[in-house]
T-cell receptor, first 109, second 115 residues
Framework: KNEVEQSPQNLTAQEGEFITINCSYS?????LHWLQQHPGGGIVSLFM???GKKKHGRLIATINIQEKHSSLHITASHPRDSAVYIC???????????FGTGTSLTVIP | KAGVTQTPRYLIKTRGQQVTLSCSPI?????VSWYQQTPGQGLQFLFE???????NKGNFPGRFSGRQFSNSRSEMNVSTLELGDSALYLC??????????????FGPGTRLTVL
């Protein structure tokens, strides 16, 4: 049983397309994080959410606490957005992060 | 500010050996967390240290241990290595680390191969 489920696992898009990655979690959380991992392993934290919506450039993250669901949107996708996107839920009972398996995004020029 | 640094970046060991990995957090960060990433299991939380004390621990056997020094640098140790321990080990620090679940700043990782 996975505490965090992500979909889709793989996604290929044409440059300029609007992209949505979904994350559902089953644990009680104090925060939900979206991470980006480029080939070679480096991980960057994109967002930390506890409610509502956050926007940074072309990236938008939303969370619905009641439905235990979060989405990451990328507007006007670009080849440099190609990476693995990982959803991480910080459990307020287990006091640890639970990670989704990641969504591998490829944006084709 | 310098980012999170990890040493060594690559390591090859044989079964039964032990290994120590090092992590230096961003200056001023007091929380250091360790993660294991494998193709099969993805990212998994190992443990978190704050002010030299283990604050949280994931579901890994006792062969995996860690410690944190007074300057916030952290080490993790894996004893009696198994083939399944081959993975990318990532360290992350958070600022200032007072609240759990803060934004994590990741290091580049140490890729451990067990033969």
């Amino acid at each position: 049983k996975n505490e965090v489920e992500q979909s889709p696992q793989n996604l290929t898009a044409q440059e300029g397309e609007f992209i949505t990655i979904n994350c559902s979690y089953s644990v009680g959380i104090s925060a939900l994080h979206w991470l980006q991992q480029h080939p070679g392993g480096g991980i960057v934290s994109l967002f930390m959410l506890s409610s509502g919506k956050k926007k940074h450039g072309r990236l938008i993250a939303t969370i619905n606490i009641q439905e235990k669901h979060s989405s990451l949107h990328i507007t006007a996708s670009h080849p440099r957005d190609s990476a693995v996107y990982i959803c991480a839920a910080y459990s307020n009972t287990g006091n640890q992060f639970y990670f989704g398996t990641g969504t591998s995004l490829t944006v084709i020029p | 500010k310098a980012g999170v640094t990890q040493t060594p970046r690559y390591l090859i060991k044989t079964r039964g050996q032990q290994v120590t990995l090092s992590c230096s957090p961003i200056s001023g960060h007091r929380s250091v967390s360790w993660y294991q990433q494998t193709p099969g299991q993805g990212l998994q939380f190992l443990f978190e240290y704050f002010s030299e004390t283990q604050r949280n621990k994931g579901n890994f056997p006792g062969r995996f241990s860690g410690r944190q020094f007074s300057n916030s640098r952290s080490e993790m140790n894996v004893s009696t290595l198994e083939l399944g321990d081959s993975a990318l080990y990532l360290c992350a620090s958070s600022a200032p680390g007072l609240a759990v679940g803060d934004t994590q700043y990741f290091g580049p990782g140490t890729r451990l191969t067990v033969l």
